[in-house]
């Protein structure tokens, strides 16, 4: 392939690196507690396998009725029942309940104990219940054989507590070991830093990008294995690919991708795998890449190729897999700036969220300064963000764009 | 106090919790390596110790030269410049530069190789460069001083990039101890269930509070201390709880926060504890408790006693805790139906987004069915919530509300 020579749209690079992500996650899981499973990417859909409540109960404190004996009762009106024991009443019995307890036979209703006078065998209740007051219904919560979590949902805090309420102790969630390689003889792990000085004295950059990226990574609900920075040298290169091939299912490469002298990672990609894609019509993060990989026993490995530049990386990151496994809720905003896009090419624009506020508040977004693909401060400060088509040469002020939450 | 006979006000029981934390975590953190700070909350302004880039360098792989010297050049009418090397430039001569490197003295911009021919000891030059092109100015990312993170903020993967990048390698983050109790006979930990008629058989119901809790807490970036589940014991309660505080900055409790026979454990608080408030006119969430408890040694330690009620103490979670350490994002978004809330109580309501589509697509909010406390199904599935003011009856289809993203 004729290297960053013919670059793609953003849309035929999705649908690329998308299927062969379709094809690899097929068989790609784990099953896990899900005491241990926040964040993580369910991968099975999961359907009540019974009511909840599985009994009517009580929702509050107090005494389980018939709610017809007590029409009409009120604090001047008060009314008289027996109070009973077991787990059935009659007309004009009661029988003292606990918030969570089953609802004896023939009551249908729980009236709350601080409209209540127990004396020896008797209550007298200042209340008119109505049929069903303050009892959880069975099914009430969930219903029976309702879907609770999808395949690809992310499990939150909450779909923790339904899963183990309804007994549910283990499940299947993304399992993709993910290997980081960086690149960069001009690049420095922050362990091997003395000081400042010396990234101006010997002209270095911190490496920002694998830790980065490993952040980003387990945002995603996957954990990455991180190999050690690579210097400019192709045989370097080869080998930590190779071993790192072996031992993943993805692998991502940051720096060394455009096709200078130096960028000897995308040489020796495009020499050992079969390269998909390089270079896409986006800004940030033209000079992506995107490579399968075959093994000896046949297994197909997908390798994503990012910018060094950090901001282009985590473009490149967020279209090509961070929306494929943990896509970002959108909405649809009004802009309070005129954006100039340029025909021909998608662009990614970082967006904070501002109050117009004429005579009532209404949310709108503003762009963020729209700088080079170096700065970093900007998206570590954006709300959100848009995608301007390539058909697209801007937007005016008040228009209404879509913007996804970051 | 007399137990929840005087609810007070969301205002009111927010400004009493926040105080109390505002002087507990003054001197609450632990410095930790930026590589393990994700999602952490920082403890700390952070300003930028230097310019980044630290020095001029090239933003592409080319020729660093001197713009003047290429005005009028293009692919019809090519310049020649005098290729040299070092690391200084005269008029009419050029550097060959890669990606990151410093711009040699004497050179104000880049031209990007794809524009040059390199033959022997000169350059053809098909492009009109201008000063500065292709070069990251010194500051260009970040100027020296510049806050990049403040006190309190979540610690986010491009946080870590820029830290790293400035050469940060340890950062003082939020350190809270935090013990989590839950309480109740009806409750049976997943580790202890058997089958799912076990739970119909028995009448019990899955501790998913303190799992839920956990993850809650682990979401805002601080991690949580579980204790064994504890009966309805009074003894019991307070042992566990004497012990908690002990090894504890914060506990949070759930269950048995009522008032009824068998919530033991507001009394045990009740009894140790100085109880700073008990019911608040929310709903859900109305028997929130908040307790001060002063050690032997005159530390204080703060309890937030939550309902037993998944969905309650989700929301008194977040009221509470959640919304103090890591507030929510909002926007204001119109309604999409009439909603009806009480006066005089605070209703905390869970909404989806949606589109509306008459010309233009718009966003706005819908409210997900509204049920009991114990629905745990429609918070799982929230896009954001709103909190309806006690003053507030209501808002009509079209009103524009604020809204808080989850």
């Known amino acids: 392939m004729e290297l960053l020579k013919n670059l793609i749209s953003y849309h035929d690079a999705k649908n690329i690196v998308f299927n062969n992500l379709d094809k690899l996650i097929n068989s790609k899981y784990k099953t896990i507690s899900v005491l241990n499973s926040l964040n993580k990417i369910s991968f099975e859909d999961i359907k009540a396998p019974t009511d909840l409540p599985m009994f009517n109960k009580s929702a509050m404190d107090g005494y389980a009725i018939i709610a017809e004996d007590t029409f009409g009762a009120s604090e001047n009106n008060p009314i008289i029942l027996n109070l009973v024991e077991g787990d059935e009443i009659s007309s004009e ?12 036979k023939g009551a249908n209703a729980v009236v709350m104990k601080e409209y209540c006078n127990e004396e020896d065998n008797f209550l007298e209740v200042r209340w008119s219940s109505y049929p069903n007051e303050n009892i959880s219904r069975i099914g009430e919560d969930i219903k029976k054989g309702e879907t609770i979590l999808k395949k690809g949902e992310t499990i939150n805090p909450y779909h923790i507590a339904l899963l183990l309420s309804l007994g549910i102790k283990d499940i299947k969630v993304m399992d993709l070991k993910i290997g980081l390689i960086s690149t960069g003889d001009e690049l420095i792990d922050i362990e091997d830093l003395k000081d400042i000085q010396q990234l101006k004295n010997q002209h270095k950059i911190v490496n920002s990008n694998t830790p980065m990226l490993s952040a980003l990574i387990n945002e995603t609900g996957l954990t990455p294995n991180i190999y050690k920075l690579v210097k400019d040298n192709e045989e370097e290169i080869k080998n930590i690919l190779l071993n790192a091939l072996n031992e993943n299912d993805i692998i991502f490469t940051t720096g060394g991708t455009s096709v ?7 040489k020796v990609i495009n020499d050992l795998c079969s390269m998909e894609l390089h270079g896409v019509q986006i800004r940030p993060g033209k000079p992506f890449g995107f490579a399968k990989y075959k093994t000896n026993e046949g297994e197909e490995k997908l390798i994503f190729i990012l910018s060094g530049y950090p901001v282009a990386g985590a473009v490149q990151f967020e279209l090509f897999f961070r929306n494929y496994f943990k896509p970002r809720k ?3 905003l009004p802009l309070n700036r005129n954006i100039a896009s340029t025909l021909g090419r998608t662009d990614i624009l970082r967006l904070k969220f501002v109050e117009t506020n004429n005579n009532n508040k209404k949310s709108a977004v503003e762009p963020l300064k729209i700088t080079g693909s170096g700065v970093l401060s900007s998206i570590a400060k954006a709300d959100c963000y848009t995608i301007i088509g390539e058909n697209i040469e801007g937007y005016e002020k008040g228009e209404v764009i879509k913007v996804y939450i970051l």
């Open 93 to 104: 019995e009661c029988i003292k309940v606990c918030t969570g307890m089953p609802i004896p």
């Open 260 to 266: 200078g002298d130096r960028d000897y990672t995308i």
């Open 330 to 332: 959108y909405l649809y």
